[in-house]
Antibody
Framework: EVQLVESGGGLVQPGGSLRLSCAASGFTFSDHYMDWVRQAPGKGLEWVAR??????????EYAASVKGRFTISRDDSTDSLYLHMNSLNTEDTAVYYC??????????????WGQGTLVTVSS | DIQLTQSPSFLSASVGDRVTITCRAS??????LAWYQQKPGKAPKLLIYTASTLQTGVPSRFSGSGSGTEFTLAIGSLQPEDFASYYC?????????FGGGTKVELK
């Protein structure tokens, strides 16, 4: 059974930093691209970042709203995904989800999601 | 960036109703369009991908259609467990974007 379990959320002051983790199990983690998606309270979904698999050199993509402040990384030896967040501001307050990217020559989707971890940026 | 416009934002319906939600893209997305269902306090759940392919385990009352820039999610006969929010997502180009969501409420 595929499982994604996020951790590391909490209360942080504006300008602070936080590292989120996502523990994956039930599938060959190293084969998959992985993404972070966030959802501000009462708002819609916003894609945050992607990291490709080793075959694609672990390259990354970011939303403009976080580029230069957030860093996505992974450790395939421990089946873990990370999101390092710096220079946090109140607009970063959200539930952060990790998700698995499914794709082939025809299909693309986020097929599995974690339960989310809440990040609150407030003084 | 590709903008996705979902309509309606809110939908009031009864059990047994057929409902449709539309997602319009600001440019063509090669049918790389997915639909998700989200219930309060829960993670999104994949329903449909590549515009019309039903995810394994999703009831057949859900269906997706469309191509180019206009896509539709239909629920054939609304069940009590279907009252939730629904989001479309384009996976054609970066940044990946979501529609604003449609909340389906009990009339």
């Amino acid at each position: 059974e595929v499982q994604l379990v996020e951790s590391g959320g909490g209360l942080v002051q504006p300008g602070g930093s936080l590292r989120l983790s996502c523990a994956a199990s039930g599938f060959t983690f190293s084969d998959h691209y992985m993404d972070w998606v966030r959802q501000a309270p009462g708002k819609g979904l916003e894609w945050v970042a992607r990291i490709r698999n080793k075959a694609n050199s672990h390259t990354t993509e970011y939303a403009a709203s976080v580029k230069g402040r957030f860093t996505i990384s992974r450790d395939d030896s421990t089946d873990s995904l990370y999101l390092h967040m710096n220079s946090l501001n109140t607009e970063d307050t959200a539930v952060y989800y990790c998700s698995r990217y499914y794709y082939n020559s025809r299909d693309r989707a986020f097929d599995y999601w974690g339960q989310g971890t809440l990040v609150t940026v407030s003084s | 960036d590709i903008q996705l416009t979902q309509s309606p934002s809110f939908l009031s319906a009864s059990v047994g109703d057929r409902v449709t939600i539309t997602c319009r893209a600001s440019q063509g997305i090669n049918s790389y369009l997915a639909w998700y269902q989200q219930k309060p306090g829960k993670a999104p759940k994949l329903l449909i991908y590549t515009a019309s392919t039903l995810q394994t385990g999703v009831p057949s009352r859900f269906s997706g259609s469309g191509s180019g820039t206009e896509f539709t999610l239909a629920i054939g006969s609304l069940q009590p467990e279907d009252f939730a929010s629904y989001y479309c997502q384009q996976l054609d180009s970066y940044p990946l974007t979501f529609g604003g969501g449609t909340k389906v409420e009990l009339k």
